[in-house]
């Protein structure tokens, strides 16, 4: 067999490139087949190595949102499973496997992709149930993003992921002064979910809007054409309205309630917690929309 220093880094690269596999596979076929690259190549393909990782390479942009709430609603997962095509994203496989993905993250509690990737049922890790999948399908997998929310103290959690082709989903953790229990409340969260994903604020409440964007914003505002020769005390009264319109946009109790527009998220919290006996109150929410960057707070 050849020598460990007789693998040259060259050589692995090369391998690499045209198989896709892993460094250390490469590496690993390479001294395996004593530095012979047709047997290596080979080797890997063997393995399953080299199909599964080639397909690695190349592009996700299709998939599912998929979540699932405990039954005592204190605790929810949500994943992103990427795919290349819309074909294999309604493939009853592509299906079943995010099913099971999320339910591993409810139970092992996973709060990162590297935690879910690693995470076992039945003897396999998740890595190794995305890779059997990727070899029936014909297409790279993969798990772009997890958000896992445990509840401790009195409240529930809401789950909703938007039934046509579950390109988009939500979490949302309510707090509550006191316990509330029943069907009603976990309804309730969920249609605040359902609202997230309908309304996709990007801020919990004006409170937590960084300072540099509102500053960004009253410098916009001031600078626009139509304030041009305006007093300054008439100006800033009219940018000060128009920030404040666009952050109400844009922070979830500040929103008009998509079920009931005559009156915010926040007002409609009041009335739902009176109806349940407790003061619900939104501290923090997941949006994934398929193929975009993370939205929570």
Request: proline share 2%; charged share 30%.
């Amino acid at each position: 067999m050849t020598k460990m220093a007789e693998i040259t880094a060259s050589m692995v690269k090369e391998l690499r490139d045209k198989s896709g596999a892993a460094m250390m596979d490469c590496k690993k076929a390479l001294v395996e087949t004593s530095g012979d690259f047709d047997k290596a190549f080979e080797w890997l393909r063997q393995k399953g190595a080299a199909t599964a990782s080639k397909k690695a390479s190349r592009a996700t942009s299709e998939g599912i949102v998929c979540g699932k709430v405990s039954a005592d609603g204190k605790q929810a997962a949500l994943i992103e499973l990427n795919c290349e095509t819309d074909f294999v994203a309604r493939n009853e496989a592509f299906v079943g496997l995010a099913n099971q993905i999320v339910d591993i993250a409810l139970e092992q509690k996973a709060e990162s992709v590297e935690a879910l990737l690693a995470a076992k049922a039945g003897g396999k890790a998740v890595s190794d149930l995305i890779t059997e999948t990727i070899a029936k399908i014909g297409e790279n997998i993969v798990v772009k993003r997890v958000q896992y929310f445990e509840l401790k103290g009195a409240g529930v959690i809401g789950l909703y992921v938007h039934a046509l082709g579950g390109k988009m989903g939500a979490l949302v953790e309510l707090t509550g002064s006191n316990e509330i229990k029943g069907d009603a409340p976990q309804a309730a969260a969920r249609e605040l979910a359902m609202h997230i994903v309908s309304a996709k604020p990007e801020y919990m409440s004006k409170d937590q809007v960084p300072k540099q964007v509102i500053d960004d914003e009253i410098r916009i505002e001031s600078g626009k054409a139509d304030l041009a020769g305006k007093k300054d005390e008439i100006r800033d009264k009219i940018v000060q309205g128009r920030v404040d319109k666009n952050l109400a946009e844009r922070c979830l109790t500040l929103q008009p309630f998509v079920k009931d527009p005559g009156q915010t998220v926040e007002a409609w919290l009041n009335s739902k917690g009176k109806e349940f006996g407790s003061q619900l109150k939104p501290t923090r929410f997941a949006l994934f929309i398929l193929g975009a960057g993370d939205s929570g707070n």
